[in-house]
């Protein structure tokens, strides 16, 4: 079946996202050094979670001062953690569900499995979590946090990057 | 998000994208794309549905192996299992967002104007 991108999406919006304005104008392409039983795979997600303990919080305060920006860092998610561990900071979806079973958005459970039985090489220690909604000139995570977050991937060894916006 | 997955494959990891809206995905020219029919919040699945959850990692994982070219995009034949409009509902925040309520409070300003335009049309003024 063909997936309906609008399906969920409240009316008032489709005209935003039905045509992207400004494309990119090249492809990018990386091919896989490895088949995936035996490559490292990082998580990320935009849903917002992050640690209770020893994390700050997405900074949704300063969106509610400017509803034009969002909170561009990110935070690291060992690959250890547990659900009362998590919590997620997130104005444009309901969090209800990821506090109830943060593998929705960040599936650690599903690679765990993938992993044990051998489709792939190994799950990476550590995942990423951001919060979703941006400034739609994207520059801090073009500029910063999307190279530091590369810098971070390559120091860890990671070989590919599975990526689930929110 | 699409900005990110292009950055990190530019700098040498390659990525596969677990998306709601493909076609957003594929315009923004995404290396490796699986689109899913699931409310925002949940690109892979139901809470504690772990055999759908892993049915969508599974997809994933399979499509660095057999992606060849960039914009390669998989659909995933997964209905999901609620009725769609408590589904539309439950993934919305309690309260509308910063920017979404700047939206409503334009929109009910310009309807406030309208109306008192038309009232003004009918008593003469």
Redesign the interface.
């Known amino acids: 079946m063909a997936v309906d991108s609008f399906k969920f999406l409240p009316r008032s919006f489709r005209a935003e996202y039905e045509v992207v304005t400004d494309p990119p104008g090249n492809d990018v392409w990386t091919s896989p050094s490895k088949p995936a039983s035996a490559s490292t795979f990082a998580l990320l997600t935009s849903a917002g979670l992050h640690l209770k303990d020893g994390h700050e919080p997405f900074d949704l305060d300063g969106e509610r001062e400017n509803p034009m920006w969002g909170d561009p860092s990110y935070r690291v998610i060992p690959r250890r953690v547990t659900q009362d561990d998590l919590t997620a900071s997130h104005l444009h979806i309901n969090t209800r569900d990821l506090e109830l079973d943060f593998n929705v958005s960040l599936p650690i459970e599903p690679f765990r499995r993938l992993e044990s039985e051998g489709a792939i090489g190994r799950l990476a220690d550590e995942h990423y979590s951001f919060m979703g909604y941006q400034h739609r000139d994207l520059v801090d995570w073009r500029e910063f946090h999307g190279p530091q977050l590369a810098a971070h991937l390559e120091e860890s060894g990671v070989d590919v990057l599975l990526l689930a916006p929110a | ?1 699409p ?22 995905a594929t ?3 995404t ?1 490796r794309v699986v ?14 549905d ?1 055999d759908m ?2 049915r ?3 997809a ?3 499509l ?2 057999t992606a060849a ?3 390669t995009r998989v ?3 997964i209905e999901w299992p609620q009725d ?1 409009k408590q ?2 509902k ?6 509308p ?3 979404v ?2 939206f409503l409070d334009r929109l009910a300003e310009s309807r406030a104007a309208a109306r008192e335009a038309s009232e003004g049309r009918r008593t003469g003024d």
Do not use: N
């Open positions: 998000m900005v990110l997955a292009r950055l990190v494959e530019a700098s040498g990891v390659p990525t596969v994208t677990v998306t709601m809206m493909p076609d957003v315009q923004m020219r290396p689109g899913v029919e699931f409310p925002f919040g949940h690109a892979f699945g139901m809470v504690g772990r959850q892993f969508v990692a599974r994933a994982v399979d660095i192996d070219t960039p914009g659909d995933l034949d769609p589904a539309y439950e993934w919305q925040p309690p309260m967002s910063p920017i309520q700047v």
